[in-house]
């Protein structure tokens, strides 16, 4: 699988040097590679531009953030065959490894185009490949995901699915149900549901039969131990400025019960945090949403970062998946007034906010008469213009955003050159222990999965070995007959049959039927479009 990396070479072997006598001495001997670390917890903020984070910076008062103490070097985020970067291979990129193209999830691209890559063998056109969280799962430690986004959405199911399409909900869903994660946290209940579901599983049931499945805070403060999945609403989290407390958690309360869980397997544990919603309020170009969701992961960062000192023993890893809308302190109105514009121009307008352009959408009425009441008071908005009120009574439901946000950031003097994301090299910011090196300098995205590899002391490359084989030659070459069982189309199962020997293995899921007795699997059973994948364990199962 080695083609497809990008050859970064910033892996080196630390060399420690040893005093012997009065000379420094460095030879075989004394080479050692470094100490492995037992826990790693990756947190993804994602399409946090450093515009963003510098004026989230000023709105909370100018202190550093807790991440400014991690700042390490820059992230390359360009995609396979792309300058600009979409969330799924971006983080596919980091949890894999390999780069791969728009939309892929966990999954090869079909060819590399961009500089500097290797080309792509065709044999490896769409295949899976072993996630970090896989290969720390394998090595027996705890794992874990957090997000704001829908639990199956792009970053996070880079980390615990394979898909072709980020849109195929249904398949990532099934396949993180049966991933046999440790602590899953975030949000997206609907989609585990039968009557949302094209397959019309339930996997609510599912969770329950696997999971202490909470839906309230109130539910989820009392799990102490073993394993969490909690979903607090049917989609997306709430931004932070616009969050119910009773209702949903913060993402630092998220970030600390999973550590809180994670942390008591002693084997140590991978956990990958997401704040999601920074990239939705970017490409909206709202910058109140933009400012409540990096100070939320701000405060996330410092739960998982308290942890790492005094446990002595763990990495924690930010990075973006790529920038989002071009934020910038200054716009076109400041062309010659940029150096003479106080802080309070750019950061007073804003502050008179009190929800995102999202969470200001439930306070209109039905027919959008109290427009102009619902601008003052909760967006600071006193002098709308008769055809701002007018764009906003035409926005449609679920845009609110898009429509306000420019508005307050005009006033602001905030700039946004996109609505899409931006190709620009992206903040690095690592702790490790002083035991383990640090990750430093211009590096890719993907050194970002082998970086992580190399600290926990697992194989990316040998778990993709094991868990994604080929199944229709595997099990021919150990003289078995391969076939679709195709009475639910929808539900696929592949067929193995040898002898008086018949192995059933649904499609998503861990489980081997062998003549009707369930076996479980160590990972799941693909499709992706060209192949079906299975893991070793159940060719195994054929003598
Ligand atoms: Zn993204």
Do not use: C
Request: aromatic fraction near 8%.
């Amino acid at each position: 699988m080695k083609s497809k990396k990008v050859m970064s070479g910033f892996l080196a072997v630390v060399v420690t040097f040893s005093m012997i006598g009065n000379v420094f001495a460095v030879g075989i001997d004394e080479v050692t590679v470094q100490k492995k670390a037992k826990n790693v917890i990756l947190m993804i903020p994602d399409g946090m531009s450093t515009g963003g984070v510098a004026l989230a910076r000023w709105y909370n008062g100018g202190a550093a953030f807790n991440l400014d103490s991690m700042a390490s070097g820059l992230v390359r985020t360009y995609s396979s065959d792309a300058p600009i970067a979409d969330s799924a291979p971006a983080g596919t990129a980091m949890a894999t490894g390999f780069k791969s193209h728009t939309g892929f999830i966990g999954v090869l691209p079909d060819e590399n185009t961009m500089p500097g890559l290797e080309a792509l063998n065709s044999a490896d056109k769409r295949k899976p490949v072993a996630s970090i969280l896989e290969a720390a799962q394998l090595d027996e430690k705890a794992t874990g995901i957090v997000s704001t986004s829908e639990i199956m959405h792009a970053t996070p199911a880079a980390f615990t699915a394979h898909d072709p399409s980020r849109k195929n909900y249904d398949s990532i869903s099934e396949q993180q149900v049966y991933q046999d994660i440790d602590v899953v946290i975030g949000s997206g209940s609907k989609y585990f549901t039968s009557d949302v579901r094209g397959d019309k599983e339930d996997l609510v049931s599912v969770l329950k039969s696997k999971y202490q499945y909470v839906t309230t805070p109130n539910e989820f403060n009392k799990v102490t131990s073993g394993k969490l999945w909690a979903m607090f609403t049917p989609i997306a989290a709430s931004y932070d400025f616009d969050r119910d407390p009773n209702k949903e958690p913060s993402l630092s309360q998220m970030t600390k019960k999973a550590i809180d869980l994670l942390s008591q397997d002693k084997d140590g544990f991978f956990l990958m945090v997401e704040g999601s919603k920074i990239d939705w309020a970017a490409h909206a170009n709202d910058p109140i949403a933009i400012i409540s969701d990096i100070i939320a992961f701000d405060e996330a960062v410092a739960v998982a970062l308290d942890f790492a000192k005094k446990d002595g023993n763990t990495v924690v890893i930010s990075a973006t998946d790529h920038g989002n809308s071009g934020i910038t302190i200054g716009n076109k109105a400041t062309d010659n007034t940029y150096d003479k514009t106080p802080l309070s121009s750019f950061i007073n307008p804003l502050k008179k906010a009190k929800l995102t352009g999202e969470g200001l959408e439930t306070k209109f009425n039905a027919d959008r008469s109290n427009i102009v009441e619902v601008m003052a008071t909760f967006y600071g908005l006193s002098d709308l213009t008769a055809a701002e009120i007018a764009e906003i009574k035409d926005t449609k439901a679920g845009s609110m955003n898009y429509t306000v946000g420019p508005m307050i950031a005009k006033r602001a003097n905030i700039g946004f050159t996109t609505n899409g994301h931006t190709g620009e090299d992206v903040p690095l910011y690592v702790y490790a222990p002083e035991s383990v090196n640090q990750l430093t300098g211009t590096v890719e995205n993907s050194d970002i999965a082998t970086y992580m590899e190399k600290a926990m002391g697992i194989d990316l490359s040998t778990t993709t070995d094991k868990l994604f084989v080929k199944a229709r030659a595997a099990f021919e070459s150990k003289g078995a007959t391969v076939l679709f069982e195709n009475t639910d189309s929808k539900n696929p199962v592949l067929v193995a049959k040898k002898g008086s020997i018949e192995i059933k293995m649904p499609i998503n899921k861990n489980i081997a039927y062998v003549n009707g007795s369930p076996i479980t699997l160590d990972g799941v059973v693909l499709f992706n479009g060209i192949d079906t994948y299975v893991p070793q364990s159940a060719v195994d199962l054929l003598q």
